[in-house]
């Protein structure tokens, strides 16, 4: 039987949360497929996590070394997890406690020693130089608090700091400091950054593994279910502009409206997508922050089906054209 050619492609990683353990479970299944590579990631909050655990696990053992990195890293966050909430996961009434105190005091006040059990979790568990030396190319996103700019770490300057400036809710942690600027989670403005993927060279196809869905039918009218889905738009809305620029300029080549000389500074990307938030769609806020390992293992499982189903279906689509993402019906036309 013939050789199957080798495919590469880049991920762009959404946070979440725990529900970054689904990403986990996506990344444990693509490691399984020989001809794929990916060469390339660009992720925010948990799905930086992610992303630093996949390229060291890569760099050190290959696939297998991946999966296992990915284990580790997520077992140590569950291990940790009773640092956040009782037995690493918040119930309903706790949840509503917290988010009411968080509300009144910051994490200055109520956190006064900077703690986070992620630190540990990220220190403990990756090599980062094992992650510089993969070879992939690695972005990951966080938010400058005083400019409101989005900041995206690449290459050398990916530390633990950036994992942690990333993955900084503001709410729960204080801001995270690298190089004299104050950092914040990177979902309010790269969920994940996708423009770091169209100008470094990276493979054009680009598979977008997402936690947040964009679309929820129904008004909301609970306070809880009022909070969600502002949370949700808030921490799509980067992506989704970021896409409609991207089918818009797809548009314009399709069309032929851009000049040859215009046309060398774009290049088609082919998007694809494993829609991780319609699958999560009716997991609410508080278990965002539940880190029980019965709960994370779940989500991972979910995460390697959804995976498995985008390579038995869509896959044969790399090097070819966008597959199960329409970006014009859903981000342009809309």
Known sequence: MAKQKRRTISLALQGGGAHGAYTWGVLDRLA???NLEIAAMSATS???MNAVAWADGMAEHGPEGAKAKLEAIWRSVSQSGSNLAPYGALS????????????????????????????RSVESVIDFDAVHESGILLFLSATNVETGRVRVFERGEITADAVLASACLPQTFQ?????????WDGGYLGNPSLFPLIYSGAPRDVLLVMLNPIARPGIPKRAAEIQERINEISFNA?????????????HLIDGG???????KK????????IRGGQDLINLDLR??????????????DQGRAAADNWLRNDAHHIGTKTSNLDLRAEFLDS
């Open 257 to 263: 409206m851009l000049k040859e000389a215009v046309m």
């Open 92 to 119: 309903a009434m706790a949840f509503a406690y917290a988010s009411a105190l968080q509300s009144l005091a910051s994490p200055y006040d109520l956190n006064p020693f900077n703690l986070n059990p992620l630190r």
């Open 266 to 273: 774009y290049r088609r990307l082919n998007i694809h997508a």
């Open 46 to 48: 948990a799905g930086a």
């Open 287 to 300: 278990t965002k922050m539940d880190t029980s390992w019965h709960f994370l293992t779940g989500l991972r």
């Open 175 to 183: 801001a995270v400091e690298i190089d004299g600027s104050a950092y």
């Open 32 to 34: 399984e497929e020989e």
């Open 238 to 250: 980067s992506l989704v502009g970021e896409l409609r620029a991207i089918a818009f300029v797809q």
